[in-house]
T-cell receptor, first 114, second 113 residues
């Protein structure tokens, strides 16, 4: 069973730039959720994709966008980067049509915006 | 709005001592409850989950948690802590309508030899 993998592991960007983070879901999982974890805080829900459709979004501006592909992998795109976007970005996969399916997390992408 | 609180920001215990990490949630119905652990620079690993049934649930690494509806609590316990348990612990609640999971702010655990 292949777990959740994220790439890249680390990234440094300049304010105003755009970034794309990638996530491969665990084998068989059809739902991907993205979280932002600032230093010393709990993960904050960004959005979730189920079968290629966004079906839930947290309190993040539209410059945070995503995609899910037919193989259930996913991308998180952030435009017009701000210093406060510096954080660990976590991807988690699950069976979205099973309410008792827990999230399985990748190791995250550490984004630094300078 | 649904929320999760973890009253203890940081806890220090001696190796071999017992541990209890507190978690309270606000949600009208019976939620799905989780505890996750995060080592530095890593993702989150599921320790245990509660969906229904027996209110005392067993997890990995010798952890257990008890759901108390009357107190809206889901406290994590371990009878004897090991140095390798030092990490950040997150309580989380899942909405039943879809797969959105809300996390608490976390409790940082330090273990003294």
């Amino acid at each position: 069973e292949t777990g959740v993998t994220q790439s890249p592991t680390h990234l440094i960007k300049t304010r105003g730039q755009q970034v794309t983070l990638r996530c491969s879901s665990q084998s068989g999982h059809n739902t991907v959720s993205w979280y932002q974890q600032a230093l010393g805080q709990g993960p904050q829900f960004i959005f979730q994709y189920y079968r290629e459709e966004e079906n839930g979004r947290g309190n993040f501006p539209p410059r945070f966008s995503g995609l899910q592909f037919p193989n259930y992998s996913s991308e998180l795109n952030v435009n017009a980067l701000e210093l406060d976007d510096s954080a660990l970005y976590l991807c988690a996969s699950s069976f979205g049509d099973r309410v008792n399916s827990p999230l399985h997390f990748g190791n995250g992408t550490r984004l630094t915006v300078t | 709005a649904q929320s999760v609180t973890q009253p203890d920001i940081h806890i220090t215990v001696s190796e071999g001592a017992s541990l209890e990490l507190r978690c309270n949630y606000s949600y009208g119905a019976t939620p799905y409850l989780f505890w996750y652990v995060q080592s530095p620079g890593q993702g989150l690993q599921l320790l245990l989950k509660y969906f229904s049934g027996d209110t005392l649930v067993q997890g990995i690494k010798g952890f257990e948690a008890e759901f108390k509806r009357s107190q809206s609590s889901f406290n994590l316990r371990k009878p004897s802590v090991h140095w390798s348990d030092a990490a950040e612990y997150f309580c989380a609640v899942k909405e039943t309508s879809y797969d959105k999971v809300i996390f608490g702010p976390g409790t940082s655990l330090s273990v003294i030899p």
